[in-house]
């Protein structure tokens, strides 16, 4: 036996299991064709015009980049009508995610989320050995009374995914201004806007960069470049918040935490408003289409302000990863947020709905 020994709070999380990748099922079934409705992918790619810049910029991929992404935060900016200090890049929002942990949590110290709620708060918050809060949902959603109910001089911060991923659903500004009043100075605030573009299209979805990220001390919002832009695989994401609050990440952010390429790429589809409004526009549409496909077939539909669809199935969700998997079409089930019937699948294009809609047919039938 080794003598090795993590620290303790190590040991009560596992790793994150990310959706299946489209190589490995081709692996392991020897299949050509491989349909992946995982990980809420941009199922039109990403922007030419970034795509593009990206092409320019991987020639310079020799040199390191600049390690606080000025010009990226400097676009952002502009782009926000907020000052550059109150903008960090991370690694993606996960990483984001990550620093609040590491900056604001301890031992004896709490998180504060919801049941359900995207499974990284947990993780991250319980690497750093503070107990983490979960508040239990209503139909599906935050319910952020009984979460002001949790909030104790011991919270440090509360995660608030709007709207959430696995379930799909949001909070609206209403039920956040309510929140907001009971915030402890000491606490900060959490929005987690990953999927921002599909659901601004709600009425009552709120603008929280003017509203609350520019004007209060203790509110923060990540947005990400993986949906929307289509750009997942650059990992780019961003904090908008309190220049004091972004001040403390930034002391601990890894050095060069974004490359080159990526910052520069970012840029550019941050320009490019038409390639996310055609997202959006298609999301919409097929979401339509799928959840009424996906309610003949006897799902239990969650009405998703997001571009993917959360289920209950008729059979173990798992079983039906499973059975899809060998046709070539990956969704996601949804064991680990312990929910063995529910499953998650992302939204794409019409042909590979129409393959999906087959598949399930004939595992259902
Ligand atoms: C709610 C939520 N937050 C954050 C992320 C992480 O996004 P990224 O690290 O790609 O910016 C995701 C990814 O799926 C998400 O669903």
């Keep these: 036996m080794s003598q090795i020994t993590p620290r303790p709070s190590l040991r009560k999380i596992s790793s994150y299991i990310p959706g299946k990748s489209i190589e490995s099922v081709r692996r392991e079934f020897g299949l050509k064709e491989v349909i992946k409705l995982a990980s809420n992918e ?4 990403a922007s030419p015009k970034a795509i593009s810049v990206y092409r320019k910029a991987s ?14 935060r400097k676009a952002l900016a502009k782009f926000h009508k907020a000052p550059q200090e109150s903008i960090l890049i991370g690694n993606g929002s996960d990483e984001i995610i990550r620093l609040f942990c590491e900056a604001f949590l301890d031992e004896n110290q709490e998180a504060l989320t919801s049941q359900y709620a ?14 983490i809060i979960e508040v239990p949902m209503k139909n599906w959603k935050l319910d952020l009374e009984a979460m002001a109910g949790a909030l104790s001089e011991r919270t440090r911060l509360i995660f608030i995914p709007n709207p959430n991923n696995p379930t799909g659903t949001y909070n609206s500004q209403k039920e956040l201004e309510k929140f907001i009043r009971h915030l402890p100075p000491a606490a900060i605030l959490i929005l987690d806007e990953a999927y921002y573009h599909y659901a601004r299209l709600e009425k009552d979805y709120p603008d929280s960069i003017p509203l609350w990220a520019l004007r209060l001390p203790n509110v923060a919002v990540l947005r990400t470049f993986s949906k929307a832009y289509g750009l997942a695989g650059l990992r780019v994401g961003y904090v908008v918040s309190n220049p004091e609050i972004v001040g403390w990440l930034d002391r601990i952010r890894m050095p060069f935490n974004v490359s080159l390429p990526a910052q520069r790429t970012c840029i550019a589809a941050l320009q490019d408003a038409r390639f996310v409004s055609k ?5 919409l549409k097929e979401k339509m289409f799928l959840e009424k496909a996906f309610s003949r077939l006897g799902f239990e539909v969650v009405s998703s302000a997001c571009n993917f669809i959360f289920a209950k199935s008729p059979i173990p969700g798992k079983e039906l990863f499973q059975k899809l998997l060998k046709r070539g079409i990956i ?7 312990g929910l063995p019937f529910y499953v ?3 939204i794409g294009r019409r042909p590979d709905h129409l393959k ?8 259902l039938k």
Excluded: H, W
Excluded at 42 to 45: C, D, F, K, R
């Design 42 to 45: 941009n199922p039109l790619g």
């Design 344 to 346: 998650r699948t992302s």
């Design 59 to 72: 020639k310079d991929c020799f040199l390191y980049p600049e390690g606080s992404s000025p010009e990226l």
């Design 118 to 131: 995207f499974i990284r708060f947990r993780q991250q918050s319980m690497m750093m050995g503070a107990r």
């Design 279 to 283: 997202g959006v526009s298609l999301n």
């Design 356 to 363: 999906l809609l087959r598949s399930l047919e004939s595992i």
């Design 331 to 337: 969704i996601r089930p949804l064991d680990e947020y």
